[in-house]
């Protein structure tokens, strides 16, 4: 993305991405579900670690990132609306539409974590597994769907097929 990127911002959602995961860290040290490994992958950061004993850990856990990037969105959006500065505007979006996008409800995001908990704790795990693999599936037809919309009118965006396939194929190894 460093190499293509022509806006600047990729950097800057790096860090905030950074952020993000060390609020996920700062959650299991509260909860003393200390991580194992921690791998950069190319879609995201990994962290794997043990699973905490102490009730709803594994949801804040799992919340914990998000809420840093909704804490910098309104720190960064109230500091643009006192300075004016469009590039705090920019942050404040940035952090928006990572907190947002990993509350999706989706395997292998925030949002999947925390459905996946909530549902698991009152139906079981089998049926939690199934109902985040469904909405990611559902998800990644969507997606697929409307790239192939925007590609008809005479737009090409990669993007959304490499994210379709992702959410496809996601499900169906975890499933698997």
Same mark, same amino acid.
């Given at each position: 993305m460093?190499?293509?990127?022509?806006?600047?911002?990729?950097?800057?959602?790096?860090?905030?991405?950074?952020l993000?995961?060390?609020?996920?860290?700062?959650?299991?040290?509260?909860?003393e579900?200390?991580?194992?490994?921690?791998?950069?992958?190319?879609?995201?950061?990994?962290i794997?670690?043990?699973?905490?004993?102490?009730?709803?850990?594994?949801?804040?856990?799992?919340?914990?990132?998000?809420?840093?990037?909704?804490?910098?969105?309104?720190?960064?959006?109230?500091?643009?609306?006192? @300075?004016?500065?469009? #590039?705090?505007?920019? &942050?404040?979006?940035?952090n928006?539409i *990572? +907190? !947002?996008?990993? =509350?999706?409800?989706?395997?292998?995001?925030?949002?999947?974590?925390?459905?996946?908990?909530?549902?698991?704790?009152r139906?079981?795990?089998?049926?939690?597994?199934?109902t985040?693999?469904i909405?990611?599936?559902?998800?990644?037809?969507?997606?697929l769907?409307?790239? @192939?919309?925007?590609? #008809?009118?005479?737009? &090409?965006?990669?993007?959304?097929?490499? *994210? +379709? !396939?992702?959410? =496809?194929?996601?499900?169906?190894?975890?499933?698997?």
């Amino acid at each position: 993305m460093i190499a293509i990127d022509r806006t600047g911002y990729v950097i800057p959602t790096g860090i905030f991405v950074i952020l993000h995961e060390l609020g996920h860290l700062f959650a299991m040290w509260l909860f003393e579900c200390s991580p194992k490994r921690i791998k950069l992958v190319p879609h995201s950061i990994e962290i794997t670690r043990g699973f905490s004993k102490k009730p709803y850990g594994e949801t804040v856990i799992a919340f914990m990132g998000p809420l840093v990037n909704l804490v910098l969105f309104g720190v960064f959006y109230l500091n643009y609306l006192y @300075f004016k500065q469009s #590039i705090l505007l920019t &942050f404040s979006l940035l952090n928006l539409i *990572i +907190a !947002i996008f990993n =509350l999706l409800p989706l395997t292998n995001l925030d949002g999947g974590t925390i459905v996946f908990n909530i549902v698991a704790k009152r139906f079981g795990i089998e049926k939690a597994t199934k109902t985040v693999a469904i909405l990611t599936i559902i998800a990644g037809f969507s997606i697929l769907t409307f790239g @192939f919309y925007v590609l #008809i009118n005479g737009n &090409f965006n990669p993007s959304l097929f490499i *994210i +379709a !396939i992702y959410l =496809l194929i996601t499900p169906l190894v975890k499933l698997g």
